[in-house]
């Protein structure tokens, strides 16, 4: 039998944690728990950067790490525990599915995401390329939290653990990407979530909540009906 | 040095904007920046034509003809647009409909957006393309909810969230490019996203990842293309921001992303020697074409009108890039530059005619050709040409496309013929007693801009009638790079 090293088996154990996190956001309701679940998050992420840029001796790696823990587990929490405090959205509505029914839904869509992540890890060289199914799970269990969602809040820590989860992909298929990419990539993530800040204040000054179905109104069949 | 004038002179104009952007003068600082932004482009484009491709800064940045031409075209309807803008905005600013501090964020997020918009355009690398290409959305967002109405907070939101979905996918597929690419070029430096290395070395990638890579890719710039079902933000963002960035939205932004798209096929197309990027682009094309002609039938709003048009057309230049070959590689790039100037030129024209009106919804825009005849005149023109009616420039594209697909795809004709007709009969018919008929418009305090408009439809016009020898000759290279077997 093929002993898998340590810092391996570590690595692994990492790329369970984000599973079960996406899986603990997907049926969490509380917005407060749901951004401290997404910095938890980025802090597995971080662990798992650290423990590969050690094994594999690649510096750049831990650059993008300390990107990692300035942006995804300080800077962005901190950022969004602010706006709910200002706004007072601590929970969420009764999603449009009911939370055992999501689960099923996440358990299919991991069975669908390592169908898909195939034929990417069989190519991939990298000693991380198991997990890249999981990445690939990650992104799409995000997905159906940002589907499921109606509160714009739940909708942008959907979005963000979505980004984690393509950040865990390119970690696990290509050591990361290059740095040039990374910067960019984290600051575009750090502008759209400070011009989500500007927008959610003037959404909350025109309805006075942050629950989306207010903004239901632009639909085709509406014009319709004011036709009649 | 153009480059570097060509990039710098909007990200200063963005920042000295910033502190600038609610004077007086401001709208007309925007227009000197917006100048310098074309003079550079023109300059560059003279440098390409002498001197053949560029490669600048380390390789982060190339200019072909492919790119270069739509450099130049984004320049000139940024100029154009910014002309525009400047009697449109004072409008709105003395109708109460924003204020001073917000023209300044208008000012600026303007010149950030033609800035990213020039780098997503010029740059080599792969994964700054996708930066640009986020950051240009992130600096529209704001614009499009400029007016802080319910609709308008609307459109924002969707636009954000759907395009921040569809552009993680690119970002995924961005990823799976450089994985497949870094088994070749290696993972030292950036080379394995750079698109001149890529394509040195296409046929070598791997067929199964690069197929994988652009669904992805496809989906995630489809999406900002407005290609149907992805299209959902587009007619909402057109319809609820101000109209001079409905102009650069349609006419410019949806240029950039079919580009990217186009990049991302020749690539692609390269490595898997099979024709499935061609079927899915011409897949996709079709069904926006069909869906925007019906959805057309709908529309109350003006705005959203010509935003139904701008997917229709979008879908016309995907599916004659999916065909493919020298012909129709041709004319779709024709048809980029002549629907990006027609579009920018009604919406500048539909912009006038919703102030005089008070009112963008179409049942209560009557008789415009009576109190100003030139707006009146320039949606009658600018919907002809839109429509494809013979001399202007969009009639030779469609024709040119729609006899390649007679000889090529020819199943696909009768759907495309279809839905043009469907097309033509519910704009003409709503254009008509919007510029004929009794009027209810009224005066405004600053005299409309309409050199623009007939700047735009002169060109395409002269496009449709004649065009020049060196321009053929620089579409036939552009067209010859993105590949004709």
């Given at each position: 039998?093929?002993?898998?090293?340590?810092?391996?088996?570590?690595?692994?154990?990492?790329?369970?944690?984000?599973?079960?996190?996406?899986?603990?956001?997907?049926?969490?309701?509380?917005?407060?728990?749901?951004?401290?679940?997404?910095?938890?998050?980025?802090?597995?992420?971080?662990?798992?950067?650290?423990?590969?840029?050690?094994?594999?001796?690649?510096?750049?790696?831990?650059?993008?790490?300390?990107?990692?823990?300035?942006?995804?587990?300080?800077?962005?929490?901190?950022?969004?525990?602010?706006?709910?405090?200002?706004?007072?959205?601590?929970?969420?509505?009764?999603?449009?599915?009911?939370?055992?029914?999501?689960?099923?839904?996440?358990?299919?869509?991991?069975?669908?995401?390592?169908?898909?992540?195939?034929?990417?890890?069989?190519?991939?060289?990298?000693?991380?390329?198991?997990?890249?199914?999981?990445?690939?799970?990650?992104?799409?269990?995000?997905?159906?939290?940002?589907?499921?969602?109606?509160?714009?809040?739940?909708?942008?820590?959907?979005?963000?653990?979505?980004?984690?989860?393509?950040?865990?992909?390119?970690?696990?298929?290509?050591?990361?990407?290059?740095?040039?990419?990374?910067?960019?990539?984290?600051?575009?993530?750090?502008?759209?979530?400070?011009?989500?800040?500007?927008?959610?204040?003037?959404?909350?000054?025109?309805?006075?909540?942050?629950?989306?179905?207010?903004?239901?109104?632009?639909?085709?069949?509406?014009?319709?009906?004011?036709?009649? | 040095?153009e480059f570097?004038?060509l990039l710098?002179?909007?990200?200063?104009?963005?920042?000295?904007?910033?502190?600038?952007?609610?004077?007086?003068?401001?709208?007309?600082?925007?227009?000197?920046?917006?100048?310098?932004?074309?003079?550079?482009a023109?300059a560059l484009t003279a440098r390409v034509v002498?001197e053949g491709n560029l490669l600048v800064a380390?390789?982060q940045f190339f200019i072909d003809p492919f790119n270069v031409f739509l450099v130049t075209?984004?320049?000139?309807?940024?100029?154009?647009?910014?002309?525009?803008?400047?009697?449109?905005?004072?409008?709105?600013?003395?109708?109460?409909?924003?204020?001073?501090?917000?023209?300044?964020?208008?000012?600026?997020?303007?010149?950030?957006?033609?800035?990213?918009?020039l780098?997503?355009l010029t740059t080599n690398?792969?994964?700054?393309?996708?930066?640009?290409?986020?950051?240009?959305?992130?600096?529209?967002?704001?614009?499009?909810?400029?007016?802080?109405?319910?609709?308008?907070?609307?459109?924002?939101?969707?636009?954000?969230?759907?395009?921040?979905?569809?552009?993680?996918?690119?970002?995924?597929?961005?990823?799976?490019?450089?994985?497949?690419?870094?088994?070749?070029?290696?993972?030292?430096?950036?080379?394995?996203?750079?698109w001149t290395?890529?394509?040195?070395?296409?046929?070598?990638?791997?067929?199964?990842?690069?197929?994988?890579?652009?669904?992805?890719?496809?989906?995630?710039?489809?999406?900002?293309?407005?290609?149907?079902?992805?299209?959902?933000?587009?007619?909402?963002?057109?319809?609820?921001?101000?109209?001079?960035?409905?102009?650069?939205?349609?006419?410019?932004?949806?240029?950039?992303?079919?580009?990217?798209?186009?990049?991302?096929?020749?690539?692609?197309?390269?490595?898997?020697?099979?024709?499935?990027?061609?079927?899915?682009?011409?897949?996709?094309?079709?069904?926006?074409?069909?869906?925007?002609?019906?959805?057309?039938?709908?529309?109350?709003?003006?705005?959203?009108?010509?935003?139904?048009?701008?997917?229709?057309?979008?879908?016309?230049?995907?599916?004659?890039?999916?065909?493919?070959?020298?012909?129709?590689?041709?004319?779709?790039?024709?048809?980029?530059?002549?629907?990006?100037?027609?579009?920018?030129?009604?919406?500048?024209?539909?912009?006038?005619?919703?102030?005089?009106?008070?009112?963008?919804?179409?049942?209560?825009?009557?008789?415009?050709?009576?109190?100003?005849?030139?707006?009146?005149?320039?949606?009658?023109?600018?919907?002809?040409?839109?429509?494809?009616?013979?001399?202007?420039?969009?009639?030779?594209?469609?024709?040119?496309?729609?006899?390649?697909?007679?000889?090529?795809?020819?199943?696909?004709?009768?759907?495309?013929?279809?839905?043009?007709?469907?097309?033509?009969?519910?704009?003409?018919?709503?254009?008509?007693?919007?510029?004929?008929?009794?009027?209810?418009?009224?005066?405004?305090?600053?005299?409309?801009?309409?050199?623009?408009?007939?700047?735009?439809?002169?060109?395409?016009?002269?496009?449709?009638?004649?065009?020049?020898?060196?321009?053929?000759?620089?579409?036939?290279?552009a067209?010859?790079l993105?590949?004709?077997?």
């Amino acid at each position: 039998m093929v002993t898998i090293p340590f810092a391996l088996q570590l690595l692994n154990l990492c790329a369970a944690l984000l599973l079960l996190l996406s899986f603990a956001m997907l049926a969490q309701r509380r917005i407060v728990n749901l951004v401290k679940l997404l910095a938890l998050q980025g802090a597995v992420l971080l662990a798992a950067t650290l423990l590969l840029a050690w094994r594999t001796g690649q510096h750049h790696l831990y650059l993008s790490a300390a990107l990692t823990l300035a942006l995804k587990v300080v800077l962005l929490p901190w950022i969004l525990h602010r706006l709910i405090r200002r706004l007072e959205v601590y929970w969420d509505t009764e999603p449009l599915l009911n939370i055992s029914g999501t689960m099923l839904v996440g358990v299919l869509v991991v069975v669908f995401a390592f169908g898909l992540a195939q034929p990417i890890s069989a190519l991939a060289s990298t000693a991380t390329r198991s997990s890249i199914g999981i990445a690939v799970a990650v992104m799409l269990l995000s997905f159906v939290t940002m589907i499921t969602r109606r509160k714009a809040m739940s909708q942008v820590v959907g979005f963000l653990s979505m980004e984690n989860g393509l950040f865990f992909g390119a970690m696990s298929a290509t050591y990361g990407m290059p740095m040039v990419v990374e910067f960019g990539v984290a600051l575009d993530v750090l502008v759209a979530v400070l011009v989500l800040g500007i927008f959610f204040f003037q959404i909350r000054e025109q309805f006075d909540s942050l629950d989306l179905h207010h903004l239901e109104s632009l639909k085709e069949s509406h014009s319709l009906e004011e036709d009649g | 040095m153009e480059f570097l004038l060509l990039l710098a002179s909007p990200l200063a104009g963005a920042l000295l904007l910033g502190v600038f952007g609610a004077r007086r003068w401001a709208p007309e600082l925007n227009v000197a920046v917006s100048f310098a932004t074309f003079l550079a482009a023109c300059a560059l484009t003279a440098r390409v034509v002498g001197e053949g491709n560029l490669l600048v800064a380390r390789e982060q940045f190339f200019i072909d003809p492919f790119n270069v031409f739509l450099v130049t075209l984004t320049a000139f309807v940024g100029l154009t647009t910014s002309l525009f803008s400047r009697p449109y905005m004072r409008v709105e600013l003395e109708h109460g409909r924003v204020s001073a501090p917000r023209l300044r964020l208008y000012h600026s997020m303007y010149q950030l957006f033609m800035t990213t918009m020039l780098i997503a355009l010029t740059t080599n690398n792969m994964g700054l393309l996708w930066v640009a290409m986020e950051a240009a959305t992130l600096s529209t967002v704001l614009l499009v909810t400029l007016y802080r109405t319910a609709a308008s907070l609307e459109a924002g939101w969707k636009y954000f969230i759907l395009c921040g979905v569809g552009i993680a996918q690119a970002l995924f597929g961005t990823i799976l490019v450089y994985l497949a690419a870094e088994k070749i070029l290696g993972a030292e430096g950036v080379s394995a996203l750079l698109w001149t290395h890529l394509n040195a070395v296409k046929e070598q990638l791997e067929p199964a990842v690069l197929s994988l890579a652009f669904v992805f890719l496809l989906v995630g710039y489809g999406t900002k293309v407005g290609l149907a079902p992805l299209h959902n933000w587009l007619p909402d963002a057109h319809a609820e921001g101000p109209t001079p960035i409905s102009a650069v939205l349609s006419g410019l932004l949806l240029n950039v992303a079919i580009y990217a798209v186009v990049r991302c096929k020749v690539l692609v197309e390269g490595s898997l020697q099979s024709q499935l990027p061609s079927r899915m682009l011409m897949g996709f094309g079709l069904l926006s074409v069909v869906l925007a002609a019906f959805f057309l039938w709908r529309q109350r709003d003006v705005k959203r009108l010509f935003a139904y048009s701008s997917i229709e057309h979008m879908g016309i230049i995907t599916f004659a890039f999916g065909m493919g070959g020298p012909v129709a590689n041709f004319a779709a790039l024709l048809h980029m530059t002549v629907h990006s100037l027609t579009k920018s030129a009604i919406f500048f024209a539909v912009g006038h005619a919703a102030q005089k009106a008070g009112s963008q919804l179409m049942e209560n825009i009557r008789g415009l050709i009576t109190l100003s005849p030139t707006i009146g005149w320039g949606l009658m023109m600018g919907s002809l040409a839109i429509l494809g009616m013979p001399p202007f420039g969009v009639f030779a594209s469609e024709f040119l496309i729609l006899t390649t697909a007679m000889r090529e795809q020819w199943w696909a004709t009768p759907i495309l013929l279809t839905a043009l007709g469907v097309a033509f009969a519910a704009i003409f018919g709503r254009v008509q007693p919007m510029v004929f008929g009794e009027t209810t418009a009224r005066r405004l305090p600053h005299p409309p801009a309409l050199l623009p408009v007939f700047a735009h439809l002169g060109i395409v016009l002269v496009l449709g009638l004649y065009i020049p020898p060196y321009l053929a000759h620089w579409y036939r290279a552009a067209a010859r790079l993105i590949g004709g077997e």
